[in-house]
């Protein structure tokens, strides 16, 4: 199939599963087309049947905000046109799936019918789509695409709840392609730059948004390090950051807190890594707790959203309620305190990341393309 895919090309979760989904479909013998601003971050190769195409907005001092659906849209057309895809695949509905149904009505009237496939991530429904500003135009466009996604159980009811539906919602979990971890170990892992022997190290990475919690982490790591040795390190940027760097201050630990940025070199951090800290408001999945369990870390999680799906309670690590900084440096320290505890954790961790293995998944949207492509 001819298959052209949009997304955020960030960091962001969303982002990141496009970009491994794209690949793995490339492997697969599919040709894939990336319509996005920027060439994804974690898109490190172009082959042959792997392609990206800018989407380029224009700056105007008329607008307020450049138009960026427009601009999308427009390329959509043309890209569809010219390369003969098959389908759009959108991920994040905001404006992706508003953007794809106008490229279909544009589209028709040059007389080419091509299928939208809808992935919903997460806060496109719980933090921002179910906002009444975007409200109508959200429902509007997942009920208008051919196929919707949600990458989790919770997305999926999450979104029944929050809009009026007419579409079915079909789960497809994230992922993980094992060929991209499979040698974090052998990565020229040099923990000891980090951290003593004796040291245990906790890792946090998100976009540091209020949603993540990132003063839970600050305050759950405190208490970890008044029982256990430890390091916390924190990977990404974002609005919480200076603040959580304040805090750490206050509390006497910044030297045992290490703030990293943005890196594309997670598989090095993971190597790392002993404990992975997701305390989240909420989340509709976590692929950032799945992919430290991939490389064996376990994850003290917030019980919200999907994470119960992906983290398994007692198995694979634990999970409190949402605040609960206690409960949570409580568990931490119960599998962090003893080597054999950790070592079966770790083990835990990552048989369950099994389950969401990229060959069980891919051919569930390869199904998925097929059911889409009947429907125009
Ligand atoms: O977590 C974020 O704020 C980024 C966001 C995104 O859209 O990139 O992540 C969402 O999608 C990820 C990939 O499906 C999920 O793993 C995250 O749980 C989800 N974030 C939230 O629901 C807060």
């Given at each position: 199939?001819?298959?052209?895919?949009?997304?955020?090309?960030?960091?962001?979760?969303?982002?990141?599963?496009?970009?491994?989904?794209?690949?793995?479909?490339?492997?697969?013998?599919?040709?894939?087309?990336?319509?996005?601003?920027?060439?994804?971050?974690?898109?490190?190769?172009?082959?042959?049947?792997?392609?990206?195409?800018?989407?380029?907005?224009?700056?105007?001092?008329?607008?307020?905000?450049?138009?960026?659906?427009?601009?999308?849209?427009?390329?959509?057309?043309?890209?569809?046109?010219?390369?003969?895809?098959?389908?759009?695949?959108?991920?994040?509905?905001?404006?992706?799936?508003?953007?794809?149904?106008?490229?279909?009505?544009?589209?028709?009237?040059?007389?080419?019918?091509?299928?939208?496939?809808?992935?919903?991530?997460?806060?496109?429904?719980t933090l921002v789509g179910s906002h009444p500003v975007y409200k109508t135009a959200v429902e509007f466009s997942i009920n208008n695409s051919?196929?919707?996604?949600?990458?989790?159980?919770?997305?999926?009811?999450?979104?029944?709840?929050?809009?009026?539906?007419?579409?079915?919602?079909?789960?497809?979990?994230?992922?993980?392609?094992?060929?991209?971890?499979?040698?974090?170990?052998?990565?020229?892992?040099?923990?000891?730059?980090?951290?003593?022997?004796?040291?245990?190290?906790?890792?946090?990475?998100?976009?540091?948004?209020?949603?993540?919690?990132?003063?839970?982490?600050?305050?759950?790591?405190?208490?970890?390090?008044?029982?256990?040795?430890?390091?916390?390190?924190?990977?990404?940027?974002?609005?919480?950051?200076?603040?959580?760097?304040?805090?750490?201050?206050?509390?006497?630990?910044?030297?045992?807190?290490?703030?990293?940025?943005?890196?594309?070199?997670?598989?090095?951090?993971?190597?790392?890594?002993?404990?992975?800290?997701?305390?989240?408001?909420?989340?509709?999945?976590?692929?950032?707790?799945?992919?430290?369990?991939?490389?064996?870390?376990?994850?003290?999680?917030?019980?919200?959203?999907?994470?119960?799906?992906?983290?398994?309670?007692?198995?694979?690590g634990f999970l409190s309620d949402v605040g609960d900084c206690e409960d949570m440096a409580k568990n931490a320290v119960y599998i962090l305190?003893?080597?054999?505890?950790?070592?079966?954790?770790?083990?835990?961790?990552?048989?369950?990341?099994?389950?969401?293995?990229?060959?069980?998944?891919?051919?569930?949207?390869?199904?998925?393309?097929?059911?889409?492509?009947?429907?125009?």
């Amino acid at each position: 199939m001819k298959i052209g895919i949009v997304c955020y090309p960030t960091y962001g979760g969303s982002g990141v599963l496009a970009t491994e989904l794209g690949m793995g479909l490339a492997k697969d013998g599919h040709e894939v087309h990336f319509i996005t601003t920027h060439q994804p971050v974690r898109l490190d190769f172009l082959n042959a049947n792997l392609f990206f195409h800018e989407v380029f907005v224009e700056e105007y001092p008329l607008f307020h905000y450049q138009p960026y659906e427009l601009a999308l849209s427009s390329k959509l057309v043309e890209v569809v046109i010219k390369y003969k895809l098959d389908i759009l695949h959108v991920h994040y509905a905001i404006p992706h799936a508003y953007a794809a149904y106008m490229t279909k009505q544009m589209l028709k009237e040059k007389g080419v019918e091509i299928p939208v496939v809808t992935t919903l991530h997460g806060t496109d429904i719980t933090l921002v789509g179910s906002h009444p500003v975007y409200k109508t135009a959200v429902e509007f466009s997942i009920n208008n695409s051919d196929v919707v996604t949600a990458v989790s159980e919770n997305l999926k009811q999450d979104t029944l709840r929050l809009f009026n539906i007419e579409n079915n919602i079909e789960v497809i979990y994230n992922f993980i392609d094992f060929e991209h971890v499979k040698d974090h170990e052998d990565s020229d892992c040099m923990r000891s730059n980090i951290a003593k022997p004796e040291e245990r190290i906790l890792l946090h990475i998100s976009n540091f948004r209020p949603v993540k919690r990132i003063q839970d982490i600050i305050t759950i790591f405190n208490k970890v390090q008044e029982k256990i040795p430890s390091k916390l390190i924190m990977i990404g940027e974002g609005p919480e950051k200076e603040s959580a760097m304040r805090y750490a201050k206050e509390l006497g630990i910044k030297d045992k807190i290490i703030f990293m940025g943005n890196t594309t070199e997670i598989k090095k951090v993971l190597c790392y890594a002993d404990l992975f800290l997701l305390p989240s408001a909420t989340e509709s999945f976590g692929l950032a707790a799945l992919e430290a369990m991939a490389v064996k870390t376990p994850v003290i999680s917030s019980n919200t959203g999907g994470l119960p799906e992906v983290n398994v309670q007692g198995v694979t690590g634990f999970l409190s309620d949402v605040g609960d900084c206690e409960d949570m440096a409580k568990n931490a320290v119960y599998i962090l305190e003893d080597d054999q505890r950790l070592e079966q954790f770790k083990q835990n961790a990552f048989e369950n990341a099994k389950r969401f293995s990229i060959d069980k998944v891919l051919p569930q949207y390869e199904r998925i393309y097929e059911i889409a492509l009947q429907r125009v």
